[in-house]
């Protein structure tokens, strides 16, 4: 089993940055899918999580339509470190965003950490 913490949360103004992190508790080579999701505000946990961006094992990396061009996930294998580059912010990020690792019988999620962009 693998634990996830998340980091790196805050308040931003809008048009700012902010990077997400999000680290495991043993070595995530093996993992093949780690990712971002959110939950805006309200909404039941667990319920309607949106996916953000994800990067495979061997680096392929996919986007949510609403991030590209802003948003960046990358992968450290040597820190078991997932990071999440969020620029050009806007309102409309404002959510719990959460870390996943997914293996196929692995599907493990970190505890969120709250992004509100707000002027």
């Known amino acids: 089993q693998v634990q996830l913490v998340e980091s790196g949360g805050g308040s931003v103004q809008p048009g700012g940055s902010l990077r997400l992190s999000c680290v495991a508790s043993r070595s995530i080579l093996s993992i093949n899918l780690m990712g971002w999701y959110r939950q805006a505000p309200g909404k039941e946990p667990g319920k309607e999580r949106e996916l953000v961006a994800r990067v495979t094992s061997t680096g392929i990396r996919n986007y949510a339509d609403s991030v590209k061009g802003r948003f960046t996930i990358s992968r450290d294998n040597a820190k078991n470190t997932v990071y999440l580059q969020m620029n050009s912010l806007k309102p409309e990020d404002t959510a719990v965003y959460y870390c996943?690792?997914?293996?196929?019988?692995?599907?493990?999620w970190g505890q969120g950490t709250l992004v509100t962009v707000s002027s």
């Open positions: 996943n690792a997914n293996n196929g019988h692995l599907d493990v």
